[in-house]
């Protein structure tokens, strides 16, 4: 009888242990009803891809501290291409521009984590969302608490965690992947668009 408890013991603790290591890959949107849910169902959506030519690359770049993708010490994620252009999807009502959203991912501490990022014809955050990631204690990126920190912030903002961005403890790599997509969507619609 003492042996059964032991090994069941064991076997509890072996089946905890394994549920901690455990990475969960989860989609939390699709692409359109991210699309939706940042620039509005009432709207017509245009896509716009941009070409990141090496004059334009070398100055957005140099704005996000020489990388396009933002690999952090301590991170497992697999490797996340480096787009050659960029998807810009317009939000159009009554025939005018109303607001604009780049869908990004990033390497997170144990995967990639998908980001769409809403933003003003001026460059100022509106809305920030997860559609996807693979990460063991990072889900909290994806809550309306974390994301909603980014809202009207610029390139004359920091967006920097324990800075202006209150980073979650424990998850700090996804805070900072999520730092780093935002600060990029920026910099890409204002070099792509208005520094002309």
């Not at 990004?104 to 920030?128: H, Y």
């Not at 202006?164 to 790599?173: E, R, V």
């Not at 730092?179 to 920026?186: D, G, M, P, S």
Request: hydrophobic share 40%.
């Amino acid at each position: 009888m003492c042996k059964r408890i032991i090994f069941l013991a064991v076997a509890a603790l072996g089946v905890m242990f394994i549920s901690l290591n455990t990475c969960y890959a989860m989609r939390l949107l699709t692409k359109e009803e991210a699309l939706k849910k940042v620039l509005g169902s009432d709207v017509e959506i245009k896509t716009e891809t941009k070409e990141l030519a090496e004059s334009k690359l070398s100055k957005i770049k140099e704005r996000l501290g020489g990388e396009l993708v933002h690999y952090q010490q301590g991170s497992k994620s697999k490797e996340v291409n480096v787009a050659a252009s960029v998807d810009f999807y317009f939000a159009v009502k009554n025939g005018q521009n109303t607001s604009v959203a780049i869908i990004d991912q990033e390497p997170g501490k144990w995967g990639p984590v998908e980001f769409i990022i809403g933003l003003d014809l001026q460059g100022a955050v509106t809305r920030v969302e997860v559609l996807s990631y693979e990460e063991k204690r990072g889900q909290p990126i994806a809550r309306h608490s974390f994301m909603s920190q980014f809202e009207g912030k610029t390139s004359k903002d920091r967006i920097e965690v324990y800075k202006d961005i209150n980073g979650i403890s424990g998850a700090t790599i996804s805070s900072r992947c999520a730092t780093f997509a935002v600060r990029k969507a920026i910099v890409l619609y204002e070099e792509l668009y208005l520094n002309k």
